[in-house]
């Protein structure tokens, strides 16, 4: 299968602080790329859709301001946590589906554990 | 945007076969269904999806009925690595708003 790399894997910081996760789609073109969080004991929750070169569609109530969306080309895009808090902590899951991949199917990073002090 | 219905635990032993039923009575007609694994501390990973009648791949086997309103997913003589939590997806076109369910928990017992 497709092969999505995200990273860094876990991060601690510090209260205020920004924090930058990437997401990589390796041996594909990754034209839709997805961005979750997921608490302990939860489901994925879908935080926006990012197109290729345009802005990412941001799930009801998810904070724009706080989560920025960057998909500038077709195999990178990257969320940043913008003066991270507390009750940012949380594991963040990035997907793709792209080019040569059947339509509905994702895949999946890793995962990032954001831990904010 | 199909909503799913899963049971939230299953239990097994090593060697059963497992079979996961989900629900999803407003399946749209370019809707598939997708499902995947997930680790603790991990992405999920893709099982296998299907459109109807039967689909097998060299890890599960995927069973939907006629009217497509539920699926099954089968996964023959688990061993303890299958547990994880399993999520049943229902969706068209690039995973426009995917929601993904509470899924269910497989403990493979020894």
């Known amino acids: 299968g497709a092969v999505v790399s995200q990273h860094p894997s876990r991060v601690i910081c510090k209260s205020g602080t920004s924090v930058k996760i990437e997401c990589r789609s390796l041996?594909?073109?990754?034209?839709?790329m997805f961005w979750y969080r997921q608490f302990p004991k939860q489901s994925l929750m879908l935080m926006a859709t990012?197109?290729?070169?345009?802005?990412?569609?941001?799930e009801q109530g998810v904070e724009k301001d706080k989560f920025l969306i960057n998909h500038a080309s077709l195999t990178l895009s990257t969320l940043t946590v913008a003066s991270a808090h507390p009750e940012d902590s949380s594991f963040y899951i990035c997907s793709a589906s792209g080019q040569g991949i059947p339509k509905n199917i994702q895949y999946f990073g890793a995962g990032t554990r954001l831990s904010v002090l | 945007l199909a909503k799913t219905t899963q049971p939230i635990s299953m239990d097994s032993y090593e060697g059963q076969e497992v079979n996961i039923t989900c629900s999803h009575n407003n399946i749209a007609t370019n809707d598939y269904i997708t499902w995947y694994q997930q680790f603790p501390s991990q992405g999920p990973r893709f099982i296998i999806q299907?459109?109807?009648t039967k689909v097998t791949n060299e890890v599960a086997s995927l069973f939907i009925p006629a009217d497509r309103k539920s699926s099954t997913l089968s996964l023959p003589r688990v061993s303890l690595s299958d547990t994880a939590v399993y999520y049943c997806l229902v969706g068209g076109n690039y995973g426009q708003n995917f929601v993904f369910g509470p899924g269910t928990r497989l403990s493979v017992l020894p």
């Open positions: 041996d594909f073109q990754a034209t839709t």
């Open positions: 990012s197109n290729e070169g345009s802005k990412a569609t941001y």
């Open positions: 299907g459109y109807k």
